[in-house]
């Protein structure tokens, strides 16, 4: 991966059906100085210093893909519920584990909702914990626990969670979705088990794209316009 002490950008895959822009990041967990432009939220100023550092990064990498995408980088303010308030005309996400970040950013012409999410693989007694909390039964006898299906389970429903809750404002439970495909050309499927809406009633299917990068795996669940 990139892995640069600044936001890059990043390109895991190819034949994607609308324009975004992903940026990525190794961070230090000393915060340091905020980026220029980049003003914490009060409660992220008086947090610890570990989650001043992913917050920061998250927002660096923000600027940076709406940067990209737009030639104008701005920080994401930040809502009572934690979600980024993306400029208007745009939808995004973040993500960060370990020292890692990430956040992408589309048009909201082209996409209604985008999330990202980047986790380390599981050990066998991760996938297990994990797989108890945030896998339906019928997911936890197809995939056991399995340390690379139950962290693509996991992470694939973080990345819908963060793609449909702006959308839809109701709580998405882990046990709304399952993950019921995934190829080696990284490519996965999501079934709701149960109706979210009325676009989004139970049965419907909705792709992921995943990437492995040494023992991060990283997905990305779009809803185009
Ligand atoms: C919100 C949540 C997805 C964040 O997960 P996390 O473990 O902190 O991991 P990540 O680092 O990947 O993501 C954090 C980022 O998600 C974003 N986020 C938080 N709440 C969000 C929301 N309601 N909608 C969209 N994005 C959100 C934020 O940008 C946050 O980073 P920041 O606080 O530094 O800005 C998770 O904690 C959660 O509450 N999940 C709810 C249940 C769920 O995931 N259901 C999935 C079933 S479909």
Not at 4 to 31: N, T, V
Not at 150 to 159: G, P
Not at 180 to 208: D, H, K, M, Y
């Amino acid at each position: 991966m990139l892995l640069e002490s600044g936001p890059k950008l990043l390109h895991p895959w190819q034949d994607e059906p609308i324009d975004y822009r992903c940026a990525a990041m190794r961070f230090s967990r000393e915060p340091g100085q905020a980026a220029p432009g980049i003003v914490l939220p009060d409660r992220i100023a008086r947090a610890a210093p570990r989650r001043r550092a992913e917050w920061l990064a998250g927002r660096r990498c923000a600027s940076e893909a709406l940067r990209l995408l737009t030639g104008q980088g701005a920080c994401p303010g930040m809502a009572s519920d934690r979600s980024p308030l993306w400029p208007v005309g745009i939808v995004g996400s973040i993500s960060h584990s370990g020292d890692v970040a990430i956040a992408i950013a589309a048009r909201a012409g082209a996409c209604r909702g985008i999330g990202v999410d980047i986790e380390r693989l599981m050990d066998g007694q991760g996938a297990s914990e994990v797989a108890s909390e945030a896998l339906t039964p019928r997911e936890r006898r197809r995939l056991g626990n399995d340390p690379f299906s139950v962290t693509l389970a996991f992470s694939a429903k973080e990345s819908l969670f963060k793609a449909l809750h702006p959308l839809l404002r109701r709580p998405i439970s882990f046990q709304l979705s399952e993950l019921v495909a995934w190829n080696g050309q990284g490519t996965a499927r999501l079934r709701l088990v149960e109706g979210l809406s009325s676009e989004f009633p139970a049965g419907r299917e909705i792709e992921a794209r995943f990437a492995r990068f040494g023992d991060l795996l990283l997905t990305r669940v779009l809803i185009p316009a």
